[in-house]
């Protein structure tokens, strides 16, 4: 019943989903949509109207290339709490918990900030 549904939903979005974005009319922002931040207007709904992302507002969601600056940050709070109590685990623990509270807050910041961007409701993001 799940690959059956997983199919199904593949089909959908290959078939539907794709062919509407390959067939959207894509736009630069002007000004406006710049300063206020708002949807594209919608004149014939037959065609979707999307708006280029020049200030890369979706990509800042994403750990791209920020990697090593994590891994930085986790070696530098470790070292600090080894200093601070020295006891290893207790820092092993407080940068475990620094870093996973890290990752939480950026995706439930990240999820809002998408859900904001596209219009879309939260719980429709996976």
Do not use: W
């Amino acid at each position: 019943a799940v690959s059956r549904a997983h199919h199904t939903i593949n089909e959908y979005l290959m078939n539907d989903v794709i062919d509407t974005i390959t067939s959207a009319n894509v736009q630069i922002p002007t000004f406006f949509h710049n300063i206020l931040g708002s949807p594209p207007g919608r004149v014939p709904p037959e065609k979707p109207i999307l708006l280029r992302d020049n200030r890369n507002l979706f990509a800042r969601v994403l750990f791209y290339g920020i990697e090593g600056d994590l891994i930085i940050l986790d070696l530098i709070v470790f070292i600090v709490c080894d200093l601070i109590f020295v006891d290893v685990f207790t820092a092993a623990l407080l940068t475990y918990i620094l870093a996973h509270g890290l990752i939480e807050l950026r995706c439930k910041l990240g999820t809002s900030n998408v859900a904001r961007k596209t219009l879309v409701d939260e719980r429709f993001l996976i």
